[in-house]
């Protein structure tokens, strides 16, 4: 069986380009070639990965076997990390969406927790009813709220955005804190569907899954992504991101080179022989950031307390 490759459309003005891709730059070890710094640029996103998959799917331990808390780890964290460098992609690419300030607060709040790391089975995501998983999200969102809040201030800097600008000024994190815990209603629910998608894929891996098992868990995965945002906001063009990334993590596992690449063309109509980005060339490289320590007092972020509607 082979696995269809992921594309995706988008049209970015080229002052926001490293801005918004920059997590996924991160994420797929890319970088961007200088040449397309300038004017609007339509981008052709494709996440692709050669070759059949099967043997991949049954070269790890399977459920129920020695070793297989480690494998669903590794998956779990895989798809935690995906799920925040395409939903801040798809957030900052209309950069419209930050003037919504209750939602992309919230939003932020999601990006700044860190993903999960299973210990035991069938604790795959952040457990809401749990107080030990809440109160690790918790210190999470308290020590990296700031750097999250710096992308989308310096986003809307640099689209001459000023007072948005400042709104999302990172000394305003304990504000945003605060905000997230009056209205925590779409953040509660990013994490809710979040471990529907986890829980729903990776009690496949170490399997042959049949199409019916694969047709179910795209089912439940689409189902979770559909009107997440808002009505009408569809997020299903992300589903094959979902088996790509799972076998990128099982690849990684079993020492093997990950064979999942991201490519994006730059004006594919018109100069559809143009790579954006690539791993060897011309290309500026996107470093890992280096984590900064808190700047900013610890609060309390009761974020288990009544939500209030948005």
């Known amino acids: 069986m082979n696995l269809d490759s992921f594309k995706h459309c988008l049209a970015l003005d080229a002052l926001s380009l490293t801005s918004v891709l920059t997590p996924l730059l991160h994420q797929y070890r890319a970088g961007i070639d200088e040449s397309l710094l300038a004017n609007r640029i339509d981008l052709e996103m494709t996440v692709s990965r050669p070759g059949p998959v099967d043997d991949v799917w049954m070269a790890v331990p399977a459920d129920g076997q020695y070793g297989f808390i480690k494998v669903a780890t590794r998956v779990s964290v895989q798809l935690q990390k995906m799920l925040r460098c395409w939903l801040q992609m798809h957030w900052f690419a209309r950069p419209g969406n930050l003037a919504d300030r209750t939602r ?11 993903p999960f790391f299973p210990k035991v089975k069938n604790a795959y995501g952040y457990d809401l009813l749990d107080d030990k998983s809440m109160s690790a999200m918790e210190r999470s969102v308290r020590c990296d709220i700031s750097d999250v809040l710096g992308r989308a201030s310096n986003l809307m800097r640099i689209l001459g955005e000023h007072e948005l600008a400042d709104y999302y000024d990172p000394a305003h994190a304990a504000r945003f804190l605060e905000e997230v815990q009056y209205n925590s209603k779409l953040f509660f629910e990013i994490l809710t569907r979040e471990s529907r998608i986890l829980h729903a894929w990776i009690p496949l891996i170490g399997r042959k899954p049949t199409e019916r098992q694969l047709e179910l868990a795209r089912r439940e995965t689409r189902t979770a992504l ?11 063009y992300l589903l094959p991101l979902f088996e790509l990334e799972i076998l990128a993590a099982l690849e990684a596992y079993i020492g093997r080179p990950v064979s999942r690449v991201l490519t994006l063309r730059g004006n594919p109509r018109h100069e559809p022989q143009k790579i954006a980005v690539s791993r060897t060339g011309n290309v500026i490289p996107f470093p890992k950031p280096i984590p900064r320590r808190r700047r900013y007092p610890i609060i309390a972020l009761p974020l288990t307390g009544g939500d209030r509607a948005a």
Do not use: S, V
Request: glycine share 4%; aromatic share 10%.
């Open 104 to 114: 992309t607060a919230q939003l932020l709040a999601y990006l700044a927790a860190k």
């Open 226 to 236: 559909n009107d997440l945002f808002r009505r009408g906001d569809d997020l299903a």
